[in-house]
């Protein structure tokens, strides 16, 4: 019975030291974006050192982000140009998590100035890149 809950206790003060532990945090600007799923980084065998590159794949996204809000909707070129980069961003986020790069799992739909579909509503389809709003600045015509 004790050996019950000390393993018990063992697993509890574990799974919250997991989950506590700030290493999987993502800060950006000084504030608390996201946190890299720790069961994840378990399941997949990432190093401490790919974690980190995947945090700071992050802060890249978020960085290409901030600058496309800063961008005039109008400027659809410029847009586009960063979308090229963010998208460049995703298949290394992709790549660095041990998956095949798949731009069809990107969420396209997220970044600032877009007004396609937001396909996360239907879960992400083999087809969602392959329809958008064609006014959109970002990704219409
Ligand atoms: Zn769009």
Redesign the pocket.
Known sequence: MILLINVLFYITVFKKGEFMDNKYDVYFNGTHKTTINPGLVKKRNITDEQLKVIKNLYVERYTIEELMKEESADNKSELKNFFEKWTNNQFYIQKTWGAEPNKSLHP??Q?PH???PNHLKGGYQEEAITH??KE?P???N
């Open positions: 396209f739909w970044v877009c007004n396609c958008y709003n959109c970002v990704h219409g």
